[in-house]
């Protein structure tokens, strides 16, 4: 049994300077030591050995890491513009939000503030493949949660949404 083929972008991952991959990296997951980490653990033999390894680091961040990775992400809903990588993403993920009506735009608006004041960041939340009912089901669900609880489930949005960049870059060249 042949050995499945390594997509171009992932040895391009493997094989670039260490410090063009951190910058890539950093450009997915803002926490602090993250791309270094992940960068370090170079070659990886294939995308799921990756997408393993960055769900890991990114779970095993300390808070004030996941903060500050927290700082890149847009409010869902918000209109996002621009042209960096960060910006692209989020409007490819936040997709499930364009067929929003004013209505469902009010209240995820109306639920970013709540949960801003109670939690005093951004809600994050995996958007790739939920609607905006969903999104704000969850936004609503996480309203209750105390502190420590939300950011357990945060770290966890933060390693989904990361794995589901990465593997994008290296399967299709794209973050």
């Known amino acids: 049994m042949a050995e499945p083929a390594v997509p171009p972008a992932l040895m391009r991952f493997n094989s670039e300077p260490v410090e063009q991959v951190e910058d890539v990296l950093q450009a997915i997951n803002a926490a602090p030591r993250f791309a270094t980490e992940v960068a370090v653990g170079r070659p990886y033999p294939d995308v799921d050995t990756l997408v393993r390894r960055v769900e890991q680091v990114s779970r095993a961040l300390p808070w004030e890491e996941v903060a500050v990775a927290l700082t890149a992400h847009p409010r869902i809903g918000d209109r996002v513009t621009g042209s960096t990588a960060e910006a692209r993403s989020s409007r490819r993920e936040q997709n499930g939000m364009s067929?929003?009506?004013?209505?469902?735009?009010?209240?995820?608006?109306?639920?970013?503030?709540?949960?801003?004041?109670?939690?005093?960041?951004?809600?994050?939340?995996?958007?790739?493949?939920?609607?905006?009912?969903?999104?704000?089901?969850?936004?609503?669900?996480?309203?209750?949660?105390?502190?420590?609880?939300?950011?357990?489930?945060?770290?966890?949005?933060?390693?989904?949404?990361?794995?589901?960049?990465?593997?994008?870059?290296?399967?299709?060249?794209?973050?």
């Open 99 to 175: 067929a929003a009506d004013a209505e469902l735009r009010a209240a995820v608006l109306a639920g970013n503030r709540a949960y801003e004041q109670r939690f005093h960041h951004v809600f994050l939340i995996r958007a790739a493949g939920r609607t905006a009912e969903e999104m704000l089901a969850e936004l609503d669900r996480r309203l209750a949660n105390d502190p420590e609880t939300e950011r357990s489930e945060v770290t966890e949005q933060l390693a989904q949404i990361t794995a589901l960049r990465v593997r994008r870059l290296v399967e299709e060249g794209a973050a």
